[in-house]
Nanobody
Framework: QVQLVESGGGLVQPGGSLRLSCAAS????????IGWFRQAPGKGREGLSC????????HYADSVKGRFTISRDKAKNTVYLQMNSLKSEDTAVYHC??????????????????WGQGTQVTVSS
């Protein structure tokens, strides 16, 4: 059974950093891409970054390029999202997800098949 559990969210001041974790079970990261998405109040779900299963290639949305970094620890079957230089507009619920076509065809939420429950990130002074 595919399961994704996010952690690491919280309240941070503008300019601060957070690292989110996505613990995966029921499948192997060697064969499956993982993506990070977020959804702010009143907005649609936005794809932020993904890391492919086979070669570990990474992709980023323009909105987070240069500030966020995705990585994985295959031994722990966990994917991370390091978020630096956080802004108030980064406030959202952050989800990780996996899908057969995710990262291959893009970062769109429609490419994700399984989702985690999400973790809240609030950037505020």
């Amino acid at each position: 059974q595919v399961q994704l559990v996010e952690s690491g969210g919280g309240l941070v001041q503008p300019g601060g950093s957070l690292r989110l974790s996505c613990a995966a079970s029921g499948f192997n990261l060697d064969y499956s891409a993982i993506g990070w998405f977020r959804q702010a109040p009143g907005k649609g779900r936005e794809g932020l970054s993904c890391i492919s299963g086979s070669d570990g290639n990474t992709h980023y949305a323009d909105s987070v390029k240069g500030r966020f970094t995705i990585s994985r620890d295959k031994a722990k079957n966990t994917v991370y999202l390091q978020m630096n230089s956080l802004k108030s507009e980064d406030t959202a619920v952050y989800h990780c997800a996996t899908g057969l076509n995710l990262c291959i065809y893009g970062l769109g939420p429609s490419f994700a098949d399984h989702w985690g429950q999400g973790t809240q990130v609030t950037v505020s002074s």
